[in-house]
């Protein structure tokens, strides 16, 4: 039973740190072109500060990984039900990196 429990969160931990660490990783190239167009920017009084985007994300991209790793469980992984929201799901997120 302990091996199947932490067989099981290292799948969720798994789920959750690669899309937060492709996010990292988009987010360090990103990064240094920020100063040349977003400051400058006239952007509305209503935005949120800047600490709060870095919270956004890694929220998102956390829900993101867990919610396709419940979709990889209970679809039957890669090789049942769950192959064709799984392979769109990765399609997007590509996309968006």
């Given amino acids: 039973?302990?091996?199947?429990?932490?067989?099981?969160?290292?799948?969720?931990?798994?789920?959750?740190?690669?899309?937060n660490m492709c996010g990292y990783a988009?987010?360090?190239?990103?990064?240094?072109?920020?100063k040349s167009w977003y400051e400058n920017l006239n952007l509305p009084k209503c935005r949120p500060p800047n600490y709060v985007f870095p919270i956004t994300w890694t929220t998102l991209y956390s829900s993101m990984g867990y919610a396709s790793y419940l979709v990889w469980k209970e679809g039957g992984g890669f090789n049942g039900a769950a192959r064709l929201p799984l392979t769109l799901y990765?399609?997007?997120?590509?996309?968006?990196?």
């Avoid at 039973?1 to 899309?19: F, G, N, Y």
């Avoid at 990765?90 to 990196?97: D, I, K, P, R, V």
């Fill in 26 to 34: 988009s987010g360090l190239i990103t990064r240094k072109h920020i």
């Fill in 1 to 19: 039973m302990s091996d199947l429990l932490s067989k099981t969160w290292a799948q969720i931990a798994t789920s959750i740190l690669v899309p």
């Fill in 90 to 97: 990765g399609a997007q997120f590509m996309l968006n990196m």
